[in-house]
């Protein structure tokens, strides 16, 4: 298995030296969002270090097809997910086929639903955590749609401009530096942003 994606891995990369990068990040990007399971930020990051003028570019064209793919996604929660009461093909298909993609987390994440609503969503967009889990949940509990339109298009957004400004800015240095701190910075911003929420909720309010 780890071979196969470590392959699909390389595979993904390669496109930033063919003239169809953007295209492909443009694939990548919203193919991510419902069902493949390599990230965006791979080509991205190719992409911005071999032009680094254009690293905003390939950031927003990353954060339109991902948001893209992210509506896609809920999509297919909304309107594809149920036979009545029970799973359908399409269900049966991502559970049997699509890798980190069961019943049991799929189940798990509505419970996340019920008790964060809105953080949820904004923190999968954000983070490594694979964001078809949380666009396919949220179409398949009916969260409501304009909350998680919100929290994709801030999230995405974030996130694939911030790695496209440190490229810009820091340039081949920053790849080390992403790759070995990024669960750490992960882990600060979502403090930040849980901070925020709780002094929104209970000062505020």
Known sequence: MFTSIRKLYDWVLSWAET?????????????EASFFPIPPDVLLIALALGSRSKSFKFALICSIASISGGIAGYGIGHFLWWNGDSYN?????????IPGFSEELFLNIKEQYDIHGFII??????????????TITAGAFKISFPSFLIAAIISRSARFFLVSFLIRKYGEKVKDFIDQYFNLLTVVFIFLLVGGYVLIKYVFI
């Open 19 to 31: 003239p169809y990068g953007s295209i492909a990040l443009f694939i990548l990007s919203f193919s």
């Open 89 to 97: 093909m399409v269900a049966h298909f991502f559970f049997n086929n």
């Open 121 to 134: 969503i904004f923190t999968a967009g954000f983070t490594p955590i694979p964001y078809k889990l949380f």
